[in-house]
Structures are given as structure tokens and as C-alpha cells.
């Protein structure tokens, strides 16, 4: 198994945590993981992507221009990359802001108010985890338990105490995932 | 008839060359400051006692082969980083004492930035600056301390304000600095000019005993060969000039 | 089994430094290689090991300092990227011609001038080529890796003290930013003053006691004296070049075309190899792990087998020059490089294989 994966969206929206959190879940099940940023004055406010990889074998380019799974934060990052998704792949992607929606009729695309969902629980910083529950809900190549683990290694000490909002908010978005283009 | 064997009984002796002084025959000019204050670090550092703790770092100038004099270990640094060089050895021996050795073009003109951070940052070392208004080595031309009107090798007509701006007087701008702790101008054209130097480089080495930061010793210098005058003439063109633009007396004193 | 953890490239450089028992960093900031420095002043190695960490005011006093501790026989090193290497180049020359050993760690980005932040290989010939004035190597590192990000720091250090030369890890953009698994090395003891003693005794600054004095000096006003001095490093790169040559080959046993390519480059050739054999051409790649002292002899062993050969680089061709000396005209070579900061895709790479090899 190989899920090459591109996340972005904005700085400051946790696309590069989520990434690290997932690149996380898959060390933990054993498996072969790489986590490539943009980087640079981007970086806040500005459009922010990551590449990762997760693999069972030897992971070999760290920098793509082909995905299995897109997940997309902003109108930026939609004109960038729905051509980049390989045919069969898969379009992850919140409707919030996105004012051209994806058209690509051969791949799998799939909705989540992640956005609405954060701001309606009072808490935005949950966004992330929200997105990310949805992209495990249509692949799910970690499991929930390794997620879990993940975020006990990546987070300091001092916030394990969060890490019950995070799984929450990781079923919330299971829960609300809808489909939009289904091959 | 007195036998040479009766003069140099130990008995007589009034004055010794400090025995931190190698044989090396100086390269340095004669009348030239260099050689004097050469023999006050000798003495200062062996009356002390720190030769085996002392760590020196020579210049490019003429005091570039300051090594070949002193019987202490030295590090040869590039043009105007000896400052830096001695931070990266202080912090890794901050048990040692720790000198740089530079002249004017060297620390106040291109190793400016390294004299002022590593005084800023109050490097626990001793910096001796010999300024005599001119690049010595490369054959007298115009320093940041050249005075206005100084016929240099590139101010042949005498530094101009508008051409190539005005003296520096980087002694004071260090005192400015938090991290010195002492800071002092002297020169070395009378005997007792050069007990006042030997005593200011002696507290500046206490001072890196007692960790009170960087000190700086300023020594108001002669250079009769770039200045183009015999050895009398430069001491008086000195006192006449240079002591009007940079006045001797302790800056800071904390 | 060691912990395995997700790091970044430049993260692994400043906890390696620390585990391999380095005495100081002096460092200077810049993109894309800050994480180095910043990783070291949180970890606060000065409590834990006694390692010194600073923030120079420039490049050019940051390797000053690196020079000022390697005279005192220490584990010293810095990082930077290349506009800040160049400036590091005068400081470099010196350690060099001071026999000095010490470590740098060069995260390249995208030039000539101020340039771009990304990811680059066009400092290829500054690195390998001696880079300041006068006749002079680094030994160069190129990691590909977050791993070798972590075993390099210590080989660096291995290498540099072994030749009394300062060591270079060549890295780029995608290795410092890059977070991968990385098993971190166990923790080294700092050397004691004794132990420096018994490596670097007979030249370091330590404070004249017992014996004469030590200077440690790059100038000679005599040229003979400066020839012979020069003679005397000459033999030393010999020996590195013939003992210390350092590579991986990757699908070469039935390879028919052969792409040369270090770091990130042979990562991503790597994908681009696993296109080209899915249709059906019988590729492999040559890794080059020091750039200095370069592979010559394994890559001219090559020619009898391979048709043709590519180098890839994230630059306007430069390791190319070193290919086509090794080959000395017996296979074609040719190159394919993004500069500026951009990185080649794997497809793009197979495409300019089968354009050049008419495949």
C-alpha cells in the first residue's frame, strides 16, 4: 500500500499538523512515512501545502506532482491541484470560500463543511482534525487507535489533555463527510 | 677595570626583558608603537602568572605575526574577525584568558561589525587596539581614524570630510555598550604613558578573572614610516593631533 | 532498537549535534535551514551536555567562531544556506589552510544573488570545487535522507578530525524541510580535556604548558615554504579521494541506461526509475554520498555496461562536469536540471530520458 496524499488550503487552517499528525498515525502502525512542506513567507496567511506519504515499502520521491488524495482548503489550492489528482484518485474538499467546485468526472470527490462544523462547536482550532476525520472516513489506511497514539507523540505533554476534542472532532467529520462525484 | 661577570650579577640588574618575549628580531619598524606594547602584554601576562591559561589572536595588519613574539598560544585571524575568532574561543575556554591584538583598519574599519557585537555581547575577553590613523602593512593608506587633512597613500591630497568622511572615534562608540566594562584610551610616547598602558592592560586582564566582560585598551599609536616622518617628529605630530581628536583618559570604568 | 521518530531534516542536524557530543554551534539564520538553530536554543544543550549554542551577528563571524573553537581541538560546527555560505567562504578558506577540522551543514536554495528560499543543487561546484581562495576541498556529505541528515553529523565530525579539514553536509531545501522517520544515534559523551588532548594535542590551542607554543596560522610570506605547505594538502586529498569515496547503486545490476543524481534529485530519480521500468526500460541510478571525494572510479566502472547516462540536477548542470571527466567519452552523458528552485518531477525525468536516448 502507497497513499501519496497533498494537503493545502491557508496558513493558520493546521494543514501542516494535520499532515504531521497522519504521517504520525502511520509510523505508529509500522508503516513508512514522509512529510514535505511548502515553505517560506507562505507560511501564514498565505496558501500552505504538504506532501505525505505513507508506504509500506521504501518511500522513494518525497516531491510529487500526482495524488491519490487531494484534500483542499481554498479556491488557491483547487485551481492548483484537482488536475494534479490521478484518474481514479480521490478529491477531498471543503465547500466553504470554494467558489469553482470541482468538475473532474474520474475521480472520487467528496464534501465536508469542516468550516461550519469547527465554528458551530465553538471552537475553529478543531478544523483540521474535523477534515481529517473525513479523508479517514473514504481511506481509511490508519486506524483510529494509531491516530490516537500519534498525537500523543506529536503533542507536547502539556495539551495530551486535548487529544479526547481531537478524536471527537475526528468523528465529527466521519460523520459528516458527503459525496459529491462517486466513480 | 670592572669585569662584565661583576655588572651582570643578579644583584644589579634594574631591567629584564620579559622572559614571555621570544628571541625573534622584530619586524615591526623602528619607532614603531607595536614593539612597546608588545613587551607590555609580555610583562602583564607573566606578572599575572596566566601564561599557560592566556590564548591569543593576532590580526592582519602589521601585528599579523604578533605570535612570532609573544610565547603564548595564538590563532591567526582573517582581516578584522579576531573578535569572532576569540569568541569561539572564550566560550569554549572560558577559563582562559583571552586576548585580540588589532589596528585600525582591521577593527574599526573591516571587522567593524565583529568589535561591536563581541563588545555587545559583553565576550569575557581583553581587546588591545592600536590605532595610528593609518593602514601600516599594506603601505599607508587612509584609515577610519585617519585625521581630516592626513596625507595617506589614498588621500594624497590630505582626507577629505566629503570624499571620505570623517575620523572615527570607535573607542567611544564601544563605551556605548553594555557589555564593556572597561574601556580606556592611552598611548606609549613617554615612560609614563607606558606605565598608565601597562597598567590599564593589566586591570583589563583582571577583569577577565573577575568575568566583568569585554575590556578595551585603545593605544593612540605612531606609524613614522606610513605618517613618512622620523620616530620625534610622529610622537609630536601625535600629541599636536591625534590626542586632540581622540583624548587619552579611561572612557568607562564599571 | 533505537526510538524512531518524525523529524525534520534540519530538526535531526541540531539533535544529532548534540547526541555526537558537539561542543558548540555558531549559527546565523536564514531560510531554509533555521530550524537548526532554533531546534538548539529550545533543547538548551548547555544544561544537558555543556555544548555551547550562539547566535552570531553575521555569517562571517559565525564561522569566525567555528574557526576560533576548532582551534582548541573542539567539535565545532555551523549551518547555514547559500547566500550564507558564500559569506562563510573567506572563513572556510582559512580553516582550511589552518588544518582545522569542523563541521557545515549547507541546506541550499535556489540562486545566483538573494535567489529563491527553495530547494536547489546549484552550489554543487562551490561545495566540491574548494569554494573560497587557494587550492583546497571540504569533505562534502550529500544526505538524501532525514536518516543521513542524522548519520552525517557524526561521520562529518569522524571524517574532519581523522584529516584535520573541515567536513560539509551538501543538503538542499526538501532534505532540511522534509519530515521523515529517523532513528536518532545514541547519545555520545563530549570529549573531555584529556581526551582532546590525546587526539589534537600536538597542534590545538590549549594553553602553552609544557611544551612550545602553538600557533595556528594559514600565512607564510615564503612561497617555497607555501608550496611545500601546499604539497603537504595535496597528499592529504589524495588520501581522502582514495580511501573515503562513499556511494549507492540502485537497480544497476541489468541496467542498460544510468542516471547519476544526490541527494533530493535521487530520491525523486528513484520514482522516476520506477516509471521508467514499468515501461519496460532497464534503468538504475548511481548515488553519489560524497560529491568530495567524487565516485570517479565506480562511475567509469560503469561504462562498459551502460549505454548512456544522465545526471539529474536541481541546477544547471555542475556534477555533470565531474560524470564526463570519470567517463572520459566512452558512454554519452548528458544532464537534466530545474534551477531557481525548482524541483523536477518524476515524469518529467523519464521524459528527458527517453528524449536524450531516443528510447
Known amino acids: ?183 | 677595570m670592572i669585569d662584565i661577570q661583576d655588572i651582570i650579577k643578579p644583584e644589579n640588574l634594574v631591567y629584564e626583558k620579559s622572559s614571555l618575549l621570544t628571541d625573534n628580531v622584530m619586524h615591526y619598524c623602528p619607532g614603531c608603537t607595536h614593539g612597546v606594547v608588545h613587551k607590555l602584554v609580555a610583562e602583564v601576562i607573566e606578572e599575572l602568572g596566566i601564561q599557560e591559561q592566556t590564548i591569543g589572536v593576532s590580526p592582519v595588519g602589521c601585528s599579523v605575526f604578533a605570535y612570532n613574539y609573544i610565547d603564548i598560544d595564538w590563532a591567526e585571524a582573517a582581516h578584522g574577525r579576531a573578535p569572532a575568532v576569540a569568541t569561539g574561543i572564550s566560550r569554549l575556554h572560558p577559563e582562559k584568558y583571552v586576548f585580540t591584538y588589532q589596528g585600525d583598519g582591521d577593527l574599526a574599519s573591516i571587522g567593524c561589525g565583529e568589535i561591536m557585537h563581541a563588545c555587545n555581547r559583553g565576550e569575557n575577553i581583553v581587546v588591545i587596539f592600536i590605532n595610528n590613523a593609518i593602514y601600516g602593512m599594506t603601505g599607508g593608506q587612509m584609515a577610519p581614524t585617519t585625521l581630516l587633512g592626513q596625507v595617506t597613500a589614498t588621500t594624497p591630497y590630505g582626507r577629505d570630510a566629503k570624499l571620505n568622511g570623517f575620523p572615527m572615534k570607535i573607542t567611544e562608540l564601544i563605551a556605548q555598550l553594555d557589555g564593556t566594562c572597561y574601556v580606556t584610551r592611552q598611548s606609549a610616547d613617554t615612560p609614563g604613558a607606558v606605565r598608565k598602558t601597562k597598567n590599564a592592560l593589566k586591570k583589563a586582564f583582571q577583569n577577565t578573572r573577575l568575568q566583568k566582560g569585554t575590556s578595551f585598551v585603545e593605544v593612540v599609536s605612531t606609524c613614522n614610516s606610513g605618517w613618512k616622518v622620523t620616530p620625534v617628529e610622529a610622537n609630536n605630530w601625535m600629541r599636536e593631533n591625534m590626542f586632540k581628536k581622540y583624548p587619552l583618559g579611561d572612557i568607562k570604568d564599571i | 532498537m533505537a526510538e524512531v521518530k518524525l523529524m525534520k531534516g534540519n530538526e535531526v542536524i541540531a539533535e544529532a549535534a548534540i547526541r555526537c557530543g558537539c561542543d558548540g554551534y555558531f549559527g546565523y539564520p536564514i531560510t531554509p535551514q533555521s530550524e537548526v538553530m532554533e531546534t538548539l536554543m529550545a533543547r538548551k544543550p548547555w544544561e544537558e551536555t555543556g555544548m555551547v549554542v550562539l547566535q552570531a551577528e553575521s555569517e562571517l563571524a559565525a564561522i569566525n567562531m567555528v574557526y576560533g573553537g576548532a582551534c582548541c581541538g573542539k567539535k565545532v560546527m555551523t549551518s547555514s544556506s547559500s547566500p550564507g555560505i558564500s559569506l562563510k567562504q573567506e572563513g572556510l578558506t582559512y580553516i582550511a589552510g589552518a588544518e582545522l577540522p569542523c563541521l557545515v551543514v549547507d541546506v541550499v536554495r535556489g540562486g545566483p544573488g538573494l535567489g529563491t528560499i527553495q530547494p536547489a543543487q546549484s552550489d554543487y561546484f562551490q561545495a566540491t570545487k574548494g569554494g573560497g581562495h587557494g587550492d583546497y576541498h571540504l569533505i562534502v556529505l550529500a544526505p538524501a535522507s532525514v536518516q543521513e541528515m542524522n548519520d552525517f553529523v557524526d561521520l562529518g565530525f569522524e571524517l574532519a578530525f581523522k584529516y584535520r579539514n573541515p567536513a560539509m553536509i551538501l543538503a538542499d531545501g526538501v532534505i532540511g524541510q522534509m519530515m521523515e522517520k529517523v532513528q536518532l544515534s545514541p547519545y555520545k559523551p563530549r570529549w573531555t580535556e584529556e581526551e582532546i588532548e590525546k587526539i589534537s594535542g600536538s597542534w590545538a590551542l590549549t594553553g602553552k604548558k609544557g611544551r612550545e607554543r602553538h600557533v595556528i596560522t594559514s600565512l607564510e610570506l615564503d612561497a617555497h615554504r607555501q608550496e611545500d605547505f601546499n604539497k603537504k594538502l595535496q597528499a592529504k586529498y589524495r588520501k581522502i579521494e582514495a580511501n573515503e569515496v562513499r556511494f549507492e547503486k540502485i537497480l544497476c545490476e541489468d541496467a542498460d541506461y544510468l542516471i547519476i543524481a544526490y541527494g533530493s534529485a535521487a530520491r525523486i530519480c528513484q520514482k522516476s526509475i520506477e516509471l521508467a521500468r514499468e515501461a519496460g526500460i532497464k534503468i538504475g541510478l548511481l548515488r553519489p554520498i560524497t560529491l568530495y571525494p567524487f565516485p570517479t572510479q565506480a562511475i567509469a566502472e560503469m561504462c562498459g555496461q551502460i549505454k548512456g547516462m544522465l545526471t539529474v540536477e536541481m541546477s544547471a548542470g555542475q556534477m555533470v562536469e565531474d560524470v564526463r571527466l570519470a567517463v572520459n567519452g566512452r558512454v554519452k552523458v548528458e544532464h537534466y536540471g530545474r534551477m531557481g528552485g525548482v524541483v523536477p518531477t518524476p515524469e518529467e525525468i523519464v521524459e528527458a530520458l527517453k528524449n536524450n536516448f531516443e528510447l
Open chain 1, 1 to 183: 500500500m502507497t497513499e501519496e496524499i497533498i494537503i493545502a488550503g491557508f496558513g493558520g487552517q493546521g494543514v501542516l499538523s494535520m499532515g504531521k499528525i497522519l504521517a504520525y498515525s502511520g509510523i505508529m502502525q509500522d508503516q513508512e512515512v514522509s512529510w514535505m512542506p511548502s515553505y517560506g513567507p507562505e507560511m501564514r496567511g498565505g496558501t500552505a501545502n504538504v506532501t505525505v506519504i505513507i508506504s509500506d515499502e521504501r518511500i522513494s520521491s518525497p516531491v510529487l506532482t500526482r495524488f491519490d488524495t487531494a484534500i483542499i482548503l481554498n479556491q488557491q489550492s483547487m485551481d492548483k491541484f484537482e488536475s494534479q489528482v490521478k484518474p481514479g484518485g480521490t478529491l477531498i474538499y471543503d465547500p466553504n470560500g470554494i467558489t469553482h467546485h470541482p468538475t473532474r468526472q474520474d475521480i472520487n470527490i467528496y464534501r465536508i463543511e469542516g468550516a461550519r462544523l469547527a465554528a458551530e462547536s465553538g471552537n475553529p482550532k478543531i478544523f483540521n482534525m474535523i477534515i481529517l476525520g473525513g479523508f479517514l472516513k473514504v481511506k481509511p489506511i490508519v486506524k483510529i487507535e494509531n491516530v490516537e497514539k500519534g498525537l500523543q507523540k506529536s503533542l507536547p505533554p502539556r495539551h495530551h489533555n486535548l487529544i479526547p476534542m481531537n478524536i471527537e472532532a475526528i468523528q465529527t467529520g466521519m460523520n459528516h463527510i458527503e459525496t459529491a462525484n462517486q466513480l
